[in-house]
């Protein structure tokens, strides 16, 4: 098991009640896993993460479903918006 810590942005964030989550993934979980989790843990999240998929950093590089996380890594969730 591994500690990953994730970072939720608006409106995820509303969802789950906080903005910082650390939760115990398996060692070889990947971006998909910790989604599942997530969802699991926070039931409300499944439906944000429906209507407005985000955008998906580790630590500064945008990140895949299947990117292989790591213990300690910083997992951010954020909503894509466009401004006119």
Known sequence: MMQVQARL??????AVGQ???TVDLASDGRIADLLD???????????????A???IFVGDEEAEMDTLLSENCQVHLVWAVAGG
């Open 9 to 14: 942005a608006e409106p995820f964030w509303r």
């Open 19 to 21: 903005r910082n989550l």
């Open 37 to 51: 989790l997530l969802c699991e843990l926070y039931p409300a999240l499944t439906q944000e993460l429906a209507e």
């Open 53 to 55: 998929p985000p955008h």
